[in-house]
T-cell receptor, first 114, second 109 residues
Framework: DAGVTQSPTHLIKTRGQQVTLRCSPK?????VSWYQQALGQGPQFIFQ???????QRGNFPDRFSGHQFPNYSSELNVNALLLGDSALYLC?????????????FGSGTRLTVV | DAKTTQPPSMDCAEGRAANLPCNHS???????VYWYRQIHSQGPQYIIH???NNETNEMASLIITEDRKSSTLILPHATLRDTAVYYC??????????FGKGTRLSVIA
């Protein structure tokens, strides 16, 4: 049973560019959440998608946007990249949005902005 | 959601029990206590969660005090592979996971 799959694993982009990160949830899961983890910090919540809609959002600017597809996979888009966007981006899937279900995380995409 | 407080780091000898404390003195009645861990260069991994009763699974045990103001995660026989950052999180409803700084557990041979 495949867990959460994220692609690519590593990415280098130039300041000002745009990037798209992809996530396939664990089989049977229908909710996807995205997190940003800077070096030495805990993951910070970006947003959550359920039924193809953004349900909750953390304190991130509009440069961060997302999408969920009918097969529950998801994309995270970041526009106008800043050096400070360099981080590990984690995707987590769950069944529904309730806290009673544990989240399954992927191994992340390491984004470096130069 | 209630704020949690954890020691920044702990050491544990391999084969011994690792007891990781967490304070959540402002926890409300409908908030669960969740534990996750993050091994270097991997995504966080769910360990266990509970509301007010003690819980045990194949990975760990969770002991919640009767007043629910604190809890302890117990890894009964720590191995080197248990070296990780452990996060204690209190939350309810459909609020997202909010991670603090966690406890960096080092298991020493």
């Amino acid at each position: 049973d495949a867990g959460v799959t994220q692609s690519p694993t590593h990415l280098i982009k130039t300041r000002g560019q745009q990037v798209t990160l992809r996530c396939s949830p664990k089989s049977g899961h229908d909710t996807v959440s995205w997190y940003q983890q800077a070096l030495g910090q805990g993951p910070q919540f970006i947003f959550q998608y359920y039924e193809e809609e953004e349900r909750q959002r953390g304190n991130f600017p509009d440069r961060f946007s997302g999408h969920q597809f009918p097969n529950y996979s998801s994309e995270l888009n970041v526009n106008a990249l800043l050096l400070g966007d360099s981080a590990l981006y984690l995707c987590a899937s769950s069944l529904g949005t309730g806290v009673h279900m544990g989240y399954t995380f992927g191994s992340g995409t390491r984004l470096t902005v130069v | 959601d209630a704020k949690t407080t954890q020691p920044p780091s702990m050491d544990c000898a391999e084969g011994r029990a690792a007891n990781l404390p967490c304070n959540h003195s402002t926890i409300s009645g409908n908030e669960y206590v969740y534990w996750y861990r993050q091994i270097h260069s991997q995504g966080p991994q769910y360990i266990i969660h509970g509301l007010k009763n003690n819980e045990t699974n194949e990975m760990a045990s969770l002991i919640i005090t009767e007043d629910r103001k604190s809890s302890t995660l117990i890894l009964p026989h720590a191995t080197l592979r248990d070296t990780a950052v452990y996060y204690c999180i209190a939350l309810s409803g459909n609020t997202p996971l909010v991670f603090g700084k966690g406890t960096r557990l080092s298991v020493i041979a």
